[in-house]
């Protein structure tokens, strides 16, 4: 049994017991991958749970992706042929590059795991109002997260507007000037705390940050802003709109920094065009990723306590000997460490982080 | 039923209604006079106001417009719809600035707008602001008070975004069949029709960028470019060596085309000599298609770009909103393989 043929078994057994049942699959087009790439085939159609059910026991493809899109003819091609009857709306956090490489560390892991809680904290609930039930939220199998809203509202949006829900979280097109006026005596009014959008936010966290005289924000503004006479007065000030309360020097050029802290960072414009493109496929939530041997798994219990690199574990712990073909750093795993291991080590792991592995062509079954 | 409203604003359902209990047919006379609204709409780009507020005088205004909707849907032309769409979108709101407020509001629930006053401003839910704003910068959501799903907005601009609506409302035509009779009448309103000569490029286009291409694209199939997409538009033709009188000629296209304000716009960016957007500016209007890598729209080079460009085509295929893009390339080929592999296991 050579290492592809392991992980697929793998991956068959695993779907026996466990099957991805994502909702309305008989209007959404599938698209599977192999051990070498993710996407081989699409266009493809299930017309019941126990098609697809079968389907990953008998033919268990390495990736398993679907259309954010829900069609009237999901397997009709050319693209128009389908009749789009409207998409989920998608948003893709990946953790960017890192010095980790392939390996994402737990750093990154925490890093992506903040920007989402950030994205539904600051901007799903309080901006678009969306409440907890409306979106689902599910491991990317990798090294970040997808948000999937199901919400009525939203299915309908074309690319031009989804494009521009993208822009707002990730701050594109702020424009200063909007912001703040100056009055005939050069002094700044701006936006109030209770203010929506943008405007609240900048005056809520800079109000807040002072208040604990310190982040990113204070860091901007200047050491001056760390003594709490000084801050008082900023946060006073304001209260009312009066962001001129206390001098800053340069404020033009920090008020537009600290309008940058407030965004999200979408990792590339690749991610951007997730959300934009209507007709995207992306991974089956509790499918299995080809990259990494992770399930793309529902983050159920609540994101912050959600460390993939255990409760995205699905595989079995049946002991496997692998040789290993480039370095391996330590990684922990199910609260287990392994490595660091050099080339050519003979090691023998659990099935799980052997496929984890083999995924990420650092090994080979021995 | 309130045939004064109706009349004001034909595309409501209440006009429908009135018309209807009015009794009057489609007859020869109705056709006619909905030919001349249409003709006076394709060739001002404006409408008039009602003149006499008779209540026969009323409903034939009504009939005009049905009857008038009607040629247009014999021809299914876009642009001759879309252009008449926004004479029709612009009559109404010269009404709406004056309009009591139980009559906007009345308007609003009519096209589906449900807006929820707020102090001295109105709060709309994001989805209908995303589709209805008129796309100028000043709208941009992330320069938007936005709240528990609300965007606030002024008196001012809520009469701005029931306009589009109204725009949107007119040029969705009914999927009804037309008697053939009305054909001969119809087919008098292609004359409106921009002349063809002046709408083809002439200049050399390959090293336009997709942005480029992609607005002109638009603007052959009569699309509404955002203000913004036709400014820079124009500033880059102008810099490419285009002639103002040939940039004029390709705006004509547009539906809501203006000679007079075309013309003066045109001149008045020659004028000025704007400098063009670079390629992250033009991202921040919106308007930019594809990462190739350019810096700045003047720099693309199809030679030395084209392949990035090429990577993120999928975006530039725009037709309707909401119609799904084309394969990518990389798509096509993964497609191609599979088949290949599919075909030699058979
Ligand atoms: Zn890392």
Redesign the pocket.
């Known amino acids: 049994m050579n290492s592809e043929e392991f992980v697929q078994r793998l991956f068959s057994d695993y779907y026996r017991s466990h099957q991805p049942a994502p909702n309305s699959l008989e209007k959404r087009e599938f698209g599977f991958g192999g051990f070498e790439k993710k996407i081989e085939a699409r266009h493809a159609w299930f017309k019941s749970q126990e098609a697809l059910s079968k389907f990953l026991i008998v033919n268990t493809p390495f990736y398993l992706s679907y259309s954010a899109a829900y069609y009237e003819f999901p397997d009709a091609r050319p693209m128009p042929k389908k009749n789009w009857l409207g998409a989920d709306l998608i948003f893709d956090l990946d953790a960017p590059a890192?010095?980790?490489g392939k390996f994402?560390?737990q750093?990154?892991l925490e890093k992506i795991k903040a920007e989402t809680l950030k994205l539904i904290e600051n901007f799903l609930i309080p901006d678009f109002g969306f409440a907890k039930p409306d979106f689902a939220i599910n491991f990317s199998g990798n090294r970040g997260y997808h948000l999937h809203i199901r919400h009525q509202s939203i299915l309908e949006l074309s690319r031009e507007e989804r494009r521009e829900l993208v822009d707002y979280i990730t701050g594109t097109g702020i424009e200063f000037a909007s912001f703040f006026r100056t009055d005939e005596n050069n002094r700044i009014y701006g936006p109030l705390p209770t203010d929506g959008g943008y405007y609240g936010k900048l005056a809520r966290e800079t109000i807040s940050q002072l208040q604990d005289g310190k982040g990113e924000i204070v860091q901007i503004l200047g050491k001056k802003f760390e003594k709490p006479p000084n801050a008082q007065k900023l946060i006073d000030g304001i209260r009312l709109g009066n962001w001129d309360a206390v001098r800053i020097i340069d404020k033009e050029k920090k008020f537009n920094e600290i309008l940058k802290t407030l965004t999200i960072k979408l990792s590339d414009q690749v991610d951007a065009n997730v959300t934009a493109d209507t007709s995207k496929l992306i991974r089956v939530p509790n499918s299995l990723h080809g990259g990494s041997g992770l399930c793309a798994i529902d983050v159920k219990k609540g994101i912050s306590d959600f460390n993939p690199l255990s409760d995205a574990v699905v595989l079995p712990a049946t002991e496997v000997k692998v040789e290993i073909s480039e370095p391996v750093p330590k990684i922990e795993m199910k609260n287990q460490t392994f490595g660091p291991y050099g080339k050519d080590a003979q090691i023998t792991v659990p099935a799980y982080f052997a496929a984890y592995l083999i995924c990420k062509r650092a090994a080979a079954i021995g | 039923m309130d045939l004064l409203f109706a009349a004001k604003y034909p595309f409501t359902t209440g006009a429908r209604s009135a018309l209807l209990e009015s009794g009057i047919s489609m007859d020869e006379d109705t056709l006619q006079s909905g030919y001349e609204r249409a003709t006076v709409a394709l060739s001002t780009g404006k409408l008039p106001k009602i003149a006499a507020e008779l209540q026969s005088a009323l409903v034939s205004q009504i009939a005009s417009y049905a009857s008038a909707r009607m040629l247009l849907l014999a021809l299914n032309n876009r642009y001759l719809t879309n252009r008449y769409a926004v004479a029709e979108a612009k009559r109404a709101s010269a009404y709406l600035s004056g309009e009591s407020e139980q009559n906007l509001e009345l308007l609003c629930q009519e096209l589906a707008l449900r807006f929820e006053k707020n102090g001295r401003q109105y709060l709309l839910p994001f989805p209908e602001y995303l589709r209805f704003n008129p796309h100028s910068v000043d709208y941009r959501l992330s320069n938007r008070k936005i709240s528990g799903g609300l965007v606030q907005v002024s008196p001012h601009e809520r009469i701005r975004i029931m306009e589009e609506a109204i725009k949107a409302r007119v040029g969705k035509l009914p999927d009804a069949k037309v008697p053939a009779s009305v054909q001969p009448l119809a087919k008098k309103l292609l004359l409106h029709l921009p002349r063809e000569e002046l709408a083809t490029v002439k200049l050399d286009s390959s090293n336009y960028p997709p942005c480029i291409q992609n607005m002109l694209v638009r603007l052959r199939m009569s699309e509404n470019l955002p203000h913004t997409a036709r400014w820079t538009l124009a500033v880059y033709l102008l810099r490419s060596g285009m002639k103002p009188e040939e940039i004029i000629g390709l705006f004509k296209n547009a539906p809501d085309y203006s000679e007079g304000t075309t013309r003066y716009q045109v001149e008045y960016l020659k004028q000025k000599g704007y400098a063009m957007p670079s390629c992250v500016t033009m991202d921040s209007y919106g308007i930019c298609v594809a990462r190739c890598r350019c810096a700045s729209p003047v720099h693309y080079r199809k030679e030395k770009h084209g392949r990035f460009a090429e990577a993120t085509r999928t975006d530039l295929q725009k037709g309707e909103p909401g119609t799904p893009s084309q394969e990518t390339p990389e798509q096509t080929l993964a497609k191609k393989k599979w088949e290949d592999a599919k075909s030699r296991s058979q």
């Open positions: 890192h010095e980790c994402t560390c750093i990154c």
